[in-house]
């Protein structure tokens, strides 16, 4: 991992925190599908933040990395992640 992947990170970072905000309703209307990605150990987004999220897209589909951190997924599990993915995306 090189400075610029950490800069671009942090770009997209501050641009979504500057811009979005999503409500509990936001996808009332909208008739796809959610898939939720999350880590059991992460220590950026906490317990209950998971939980509230997992609250609010109660139809959504939820892989947990277990014994992963915040990054241990998609990043340390790429391979993993884009199968996931892949299945979810075509309907599995």
Not at 18 to 27: I, K, V
Not at 37 to 43: A, P, R, V
């Amino acid at each position: 991992m090189s400075k610029a992947f950490f800069v671009s990170r942090a770009t997209i970072l501050a641009d979504y925190f500057s811009n979005y905000r999503f409500e509990p309703g936001d996808l009332d209307a909208w008739s796809g599908r959610i898939f939720i990605i999350e880590s059991e150990n992460d220590q950026i987004v906490s317990a209950e933040e998971r939980r509230r999220l997992k609250g609010f897209y109660r139809t959504a589909r939820v892989h947990t990395f277990r014994g992963a951190g915040h990054l241990g997924g998609g990043l340390f599990k790429v391979e993993e992640t884009v199968e996931l993915i892949r299945d979810f995306l075509q309907g599995a």
